[in-house]
């Protein structure tokens, strides 16, 4: 049977409460094979470092693998944290995320799984805002110059609003 940490996601607690995240997790472990045999989550101050599960790995590699509750866990330190997954990847130990059903547990794994997780880190980084408002910038010089903007109408809602 396959030993498993599970690591809450504290950013969404509000949203998804931690004893669902506790019985999501536990489900995945199950599905896996295996079992939860340490619960653990970051500390607000700590999660874009992800320190807490970081340290815990180090100290004890004879799990198999983490299971956390959602791929943005990596992205809270404002880009996707591939160092911290191809290092667990590195050292045989298995990742895993609930709320997508992904599992990367070889560095195949993880070679085939990049594209998508560099799509994810895009839709769940600070920098996309800064792209949404670039863009809502030269819509808005545009039209001041006399144009009719920049940005399609249907894209105008997803940048909030009518620019």
Do not use: W
């Amino acid at each position: 049977m396959k030993s498993f940490y599970s690591c809450l996601d504290v950013g969404c607690s509000k949203l998804v409460t931690q004893q669902l995240q506790h019985l999501a997790n536990n489900a995945m472990a199950k599905d896996l094979g295996g079992s939860v045999v340490f619960y653990t989550a970051e500390d607000p101050v700590t999660m874009g470092r992800q320190a807490v599960i970081r340290s815990k790995t180090r100290e004890d590699s004879r799990i198999d693998g983490v299971i956390f509750f959602r791929m943005a866990q990596f992205c809270y330190d404002g880009a996707f944290n591939f160092s911290f997954l191809r290092e667990m990847i590195d050292r045989g130990i298995e990742v895993h995320f609930t709320r997508e059903k992904i599992s990367i547990r070889t560095p195949e794994d993880l070679a085939e799984r990049f594209e998508m997780l560099t799509m994810f880190e895009y839709g769940n980084s600070p920098r996309l805002s800064a792209l949404d408002d670039a863009l809502r910038d030269m819509a808005v010089v545009d039209k001041a110059a006399g144009g009719h903007g920049v940005i399609p109408q249907s894209d105008r809602t997803a940048l909030g609003g009518d620019v």
